[in-house]
């Protein structure tokens, strides 16, 4: 079955970085579209980046622009995310997640997550 794996989170402190790791499994990872989710206490879930296939096209949500970086190793089955410049309004449950059609409204496959808290 389908399995998308998160690591690389934990606590840093404001300014820091960290660089999250979702190693999937169960798929041919080279033709998804895969993203980076995130939900913050009481909040919804919001977008936090995508790249696509070739990993050549990426999106960042403006919350994150010139802060965070999306890349994809196609040969490791793996998305990274690395995380710059953290604010204490990025602390939530970061999860990634694929789809096969980069156009539909729903991911296909999500990960369980995994949690970045920011302290001041």
């Known amino acids: 079955q389908v399995q998308l794996v998160e690591s690389g989170g934990g606590l840093v402190q404001a300014g820091g970085s960290l660089r999250l790791s979702c190693t999937a499994s169960?798929?041919?990872?080279?033709?998804?579209?895969m993203a980076w989710f995130r939900q913050a206490p009481g909040k919804e879930r919001e977008f936090v980046a995508g790249?696509?296939?070739?990993?050549?096209?990426?999106h960042y949500a403006d919350s994150v622009k010139g802060r965070f970086t999306v890349s994809r190793d196609n040969t490791k089955n793996t998305v990274y995310l690395q995380m710059d410049g953290l604010k204490l309004e990025d602390t939530a449950v970061y999860s990634c997640?694929?789809?096969?059609?980069?156009?539909?409204?729903?991911?296909?496959?999500w990960g369980k997550g995994t949690l970045v808290t920011v302290s001041s």
């Open positions: 169960g798929l041919t990872f080279s033709t998804y579209t």
């Open positions: 790249i696509s296939r070739t990993g050549t096209t990426t």
């Open positions: 997640a694929a789809v096969r059609d980069a156009t539909a409204t729903r991911m296909d496959y």
